[in-house]
C-alpha cells in the first residue's frame, strides 16, 4: 500500500470554525489531490498540487485552500465551515499528472454541525 | 467538460454469477479511463485503466474491461463474482492535458451466497 495517511480520522466541529486537514505521504509522488465524497456525487475534485507552492483549482474548490509547504505534506482548510461540507474527505497521490494512476488515503469523515 | 455517467446505482448478484458493471463517459478526445474499487470505510483501490492500445484490459482480482469508442464506454467485467467482490465501483474519466479526473457517481455491488 502507498504510504498515505490523513488526519484526523473523524471531526466534528460547529458552523463558523476553522478546520485543517493533512494529507502526508511516504512515496515522494509529485502531484497530491483532495476530493470529497458525497452520496449520489462519486469524487469531486477540490484542489491538487503538482510541487511544492504549485496548485490550482478543482471542479468544487469553492470554500477550500490548500497548502504545499513540503513534498510530503498536503493541507486543506476550510476557512469557515458550513453544512454542506459535512463530506467524507480523501487524499491522494500520483508520480505523474492526468492520467496517472492515484493512490488514495483511508478518507477524513468531517461532520460540520 | 468530460464526464462520466454509471447508469446502475446497486447491483445485485449471486456468487459465481457474472457481472458486468456499465460506464459511460463524455468527452471530446481519447480519454484515459480507470475503474477503482472501494471497500466499506476504506480509500479506492485501481482496478485496471486504458490509456490506448488493445482495447480489452486485464485488471488486478480477474476483472477486465473494454473500451468502445463507437458506444463511448467502458464496462467492467468479471466472469465470476466472488463473495469479496461486494463493494462500491467507480469509473473515472481524464485526459492528458486535464489533472481534473471525473469521478461517476459510483455502482454499489452487492453478492448473494
Same mark, same amino acid.
Given at each position: 500500500?502507498?504510504?498515505?495517511?490523513?488526519?484526523?480520522?473523524?471531526?466534528?466541529? +460547529?458552523?463558523?470554525?476553522?478546520?485543517?486537514? $493533512?494529507? *502526508?505521504?511516504?512515496?515522494? *509522488? $509529485?502531484?497530491?489531490?483532495?476530493?470529497?465524497?458525497?452520496?449520489?456525487?462519486?469524487? $469531486?475534485?477540490?484542489?491538487?498540487?503538482?510541487?511544492?507552492?504549485?496548485?490550482?483549482?478543482? +471542479?468544487?474548490?469553492?470554500?477550500? /485552500?490548500? /497548502? $504545499?509547504?513540503?513534498? +510530503?505534506?498536503?493541507?486543506?482548510?476550510? +476557512?469557515?465551515?458550513?453544512?454542506?461540507?459535512?463530506?467524507?474527505?480523501?487524499?491522494?497521490? /500520483?508520480?505523474?499528472?492526468?492520467?496517472?494512476?492515484?493512490?488514495?488515503?483511508?478518507?477524513?469523515?468531517?461532520?460540520?454541525? | 467538460?468530460?464526464?462520466?455517467?454509471?447508469?446502475?446505482?446497486?447491483?445485485?448478484?449471486?456468487?459465481?454469477?457474472?457481472?458486468?458493471?456499465?460506464?459511460?463517459?463524455?468527452?471530446?478526445?481519447?480519454?484515459?479511463?480507470?475503474?477503482?474499487?472501494?471497500?466499506?470505510?476504506?480509500?479506492?483501490? #485501481?482496478? #485496471?485503466?486504458?490509456?490506448?492500445?488493445?482495447?480489452?484490459?486485464?485488471?488486478? &482480482?480477474?476483472?477486465?474491461?473494454?473500451? &468502445?469508442?463507437?458506444?463511448?464506454?467502458?464496462?467492467?467485467?468479471?466472469?465470476?463474482?466472488?463473495?469479496?467482490?461486494?463493494? %462500491?465501483?467507480?469509473?473515472?474519466?481524464?485526459? %492528458?492535458?486535464?489533472?481534473?479526473?471525473?469521478?461517476?457517481?459510483?455502482?454499489?455491488?452487492?453478492?448473494?451466497?
Amino acid at each position: 500500500d502507498a504510504g498515505i495517511t490523513q488526519s484526523p480520522r473523524h471531526k466534528v466541529t +460547529e458552523t463558523g470554525t476553522p478546520v485543517t486537514l $493533512r494529507c *502526508h505521504q511516504t512515496e515522494n *509522488h $509529485r502531484y497530491m489531490y483532495w476530493y470529497r465524497q458525497d452520496p449520489g456525487h462519486g469524487l $469531486r475534485l477540490i484542489h491538487y498540487s503538482y510541487g511544492v507552492k504549485d496548485t490550482d483549482k478543482g +471542479e468544487v474548490s469553492d470554500g477550500y /485552500s490548500v /497548502s $504545499r509547504s513540503k513534498t +510530503e505534506d498536503f493541507l486543506l482548510t476550510l +476557512e469557515s465551515a458550513t453544512s454542506s461540507q459535512t463530506s467524507v474527505y480523501f487524499c491522494a497521490i /500520483s508520480e505523474g499528472g492526468a492520467g496517472d494512476t492515484q493512490y488514495f488515503g483511508p478518507g477524513t469523515r468531517l461532520t460540520v454541525l | 467538460a468530460q464526464s462520466v455517467t454509471q447508469p446502475d446505482i446497486h447491483i445485485t448478484v449471486s456468487e459465481g454469477a457474472s457481472l458486468e458493471l456499465r460506464c459511460n463517459y463524455s468527452y471530446g478526445a481519447t480519454p484515459y479511463l480507470f475503474w477503482y474499487v472501494q471497500s466499506p470505510g476504506q480509500g479506492l483501490q #485501481l482496478l #485496471l485503466k486504458y490509456f490506448s492500445g488493445d482495447t480489452l484490459v486485464q485488471g488486478i &482480482k480477474g476483472f477486465e474491461a473494454e473500451f &468502445k469508442r463507437s458506444q463511448s464506454s467502458f464496462n467492467l467485467r468479471k466472469p465470476s463474482v466472488h463473495w469479496s467482490d461486494a463493494a %462500491e465501483y467507480f469509473c473515472a474519466v481524464a485526459h %492528458e492535458n486535464n489533472n481534473d479526473m471525473r469521478f461517476g457517481a459510483g455502482t454499489r455491488l452487492t453478492v448473494k451466497p
